[in-house]
């Protein structure tokens, strides 16, 4: 079937430092994704989207790249900082519902 | 607060208990979905209901969970004879009509014994 997924379960990033987190996908007919953080406890947070007529989408601190050609979905964020711990998912957009992937740990270390 | 609200936030039963969790979503938001989270993974679809009408189930939705919204306002989720397995945080989210974003309540964590 076809799945959404991440390639690094846990990201150690220095405070101050950018942090990429990367996803991949296997749907080509997949026109929508968004990027939610969750931190313990808490439901997904909505963070950025992008539609797959872009290649980039920047937001405050975050900037999300689309590479269509290898179905790869990246997340930058800007001079980490200690709030930015979470687990972060990538979802794809499937017929009206979100189908996401595993999930990524940042861990923010000062 | 005009996020979305679940109600309650934790909730523990015994195996074999019926439960009931309830989800207010954005007032202007016509689509409200279902979804389970276990430890260590993303949430998985369940349900979702765009108004009153219940659109879509996923294969994961055993004839045991049952989901209302009567009013197209708030909706319930029910689970009878609770098993071990049920063990998960439901979350509900919502979105306008024409909007993929959904918006995701605090989720209501369900432990059964």
């Known amino acids: 079937g076809e799945s959404v997924g991440l390639h690094l379960p846990t990201l150690s990033v220095q405070e101050g430092d950018n942090s990429i987190i990367n996803c991949a996908y296997s749907n080509s007919a997949s026109d929508y994704f968004i990027w939610y953080k969750q931190e313990s406890g808490k439901g997904p947070q909505f963070i950025i989207d992008i539609r797959s007529n872009m290649d980039k989408r920047q937001g405050q601190r975050v900037t999300v790249l689309l590479n269509k050609t290898v179905k790869h979905l990246s997340l930058q964020i800007a001079a980490t900082q200690p709030g930015d711990s979470a687990v972060y998912f990538c979802?794809?957009?499937?017929?009206?519902?979100?189908?996401f992937g595993a999930g990524t740990q940042v861990v923010v270390t000062p | 607060d005009t996020g979305v609200s679940q109600d309650p936030r934790h909730k523990i039963t015994k195996r074999g208990q019926n439960v009931t969790f309830r989800c207010d979503p954005i007032?202007?938001?016509?689509?409200l979905y279902w979804y389970r989270q276990t430890l260590g993974q993303g949430p998985e679809f369940l349900t979702y209901?765009?108004?009153?009408?219940?659109?879509?189930k996923s294969r994961l939705l055993s004839d045991r969970f049952s989901a209302e919204r009567p009013k197209g306002s708030f909706s319930t989720l029910e689970i009878q004879r609770t098993e071990q397995g049920d063990s998960a945080m439901y979350l509900c989210?919502?979105?306008?009509?024409?909007?993929?974003?959904?918006?995701f309540g605090p989720g209501t964590r369900l432990t059964v014994t």
């Open positions: 989210a919502s979105s306008g009509d024409g909007l993929y974003e959904q918006y």
């Open positions: 209901f765009q108004n009153e009408a219940q659109l879509e």
């Open positions: 979802a794809e957009n499937s017929w009206g519902k979100l189908q």
């Open positions: 007032s202007e938001h016509n689509r």
